[in-house]
């Protein structure tokens, strides 16, 4: 969905470096999220956010942190990465009133060497 | 936490009707059911929601017994390009935290 962008679509990076992720959406929703996704897997949920003061854990949060800087930006750091953080990185919208639906972006493609 | 049960991989050929089937045993009062497609290396697509009985749009239709304890995501005549893994949902407004969690989903394989 165009309404949700993601930076940068594919990352290489070393053991130990600090990256981030980064979500922008046009969609005027309150709600984000990240989630990854391993291949031939469902998506697991990282984080997520329900409005801009809001930053909630998910089931896999360790090794990562989120910022909410405005309600349209919700950017995911790994403070050190580790190869066992390759993965597909997806954020997501969604609205309350629209009973949880959620937009996803195209996904950004990490590996970890 | 609403847990769902879909099969892990269903196949089909080309202009057959698909039903997918997904227990959501504790499904809660407010929650609804959402249905999602996702091909590789894309995010989920939302396809179809519901809360009750049935619902239908211009890609598939959903069928809600009334126990809710159970959905069916039906695809008419589907095509190769409805390879795709399929992901049940169930949640939906609430006050005391996230409740959406996604599982594994059904990969659908369409065969010519």
């Known amino acids: 969905d165009a309404d949700v962008t993601q930076t940068p679509r594919n990352r290489i990076t070393k053991t130990g470096k600090r990256i981030m992720l980064e979500c922008s959406q046009t969609?005027?929703?309150?709600?984000m999220y990240w989630y990854r996704q391993d291949p031939g897997l469902g998506l697991r949920l990282i984080y997520y956010?329900?409005?801009?003061?809001?930053?909630n854990k998910g089931e896999i949060s360790d090794g990562y942190s989120v910022s909410r800087q405005a309600q349209a930006k919700f950017s995911l750091s790994l403070e050190s990465a580790i190869p066992n953080q390759t993965a597909l990185y997806f954020c997501?919208?969604?609205?309350?009133?629209?009973?949880?639906?959620?937009?996803f972006g195209p996904g950004t493609r990490l590996l970890v060497l | 936490l609403a847990k769902t049960t879909q099969p892990i991989s269903m196949d089909s050929y080309e202009g057959q009707e698909v039903n997918i089937t997904c227990s959501h045993n504790?499904?809660?009062?407010?929650?609804?059911i959402t249905w999602y497609q996702q091909f590789p290396s894309q995010g989920p697509r939302f396809i179809i929601q519901?809360?009750?009985t049935k619902v239908t749009n211009e890609v598939a239709s959903l069928f809600i017994p009334a126990d809710r304890k159970s959905s069916t995501l039906s695809l008419p005549r589907v095509s190769l390009s409805d390879t795709a893994v399929y992901y049940c949902?169930?949640?939906?407004?609430?006050?005391?935290?996230?409740?959406?969690?996604f599982g594994a989903g059904t990969r659908l394989f369409v065969k010519a």
């Open positions: 997501a919208t969604s609205d309350l009133n629209s009973q949880e639906t959620q937009y």
């Open positions: 969609k005027g929703h309150d709600r």
């Open positions: 956010s329900f409005d801009v003061k809001d930053i």
């Open positions: 504790n499904i809660a009062t407010n929650d609804y």
């Open positions: 519901g809360y009750k």
């Open positions: 949902l169930v949640g939906g407004p609430n006050t005391g935290g996230f409740k959406t969690i």
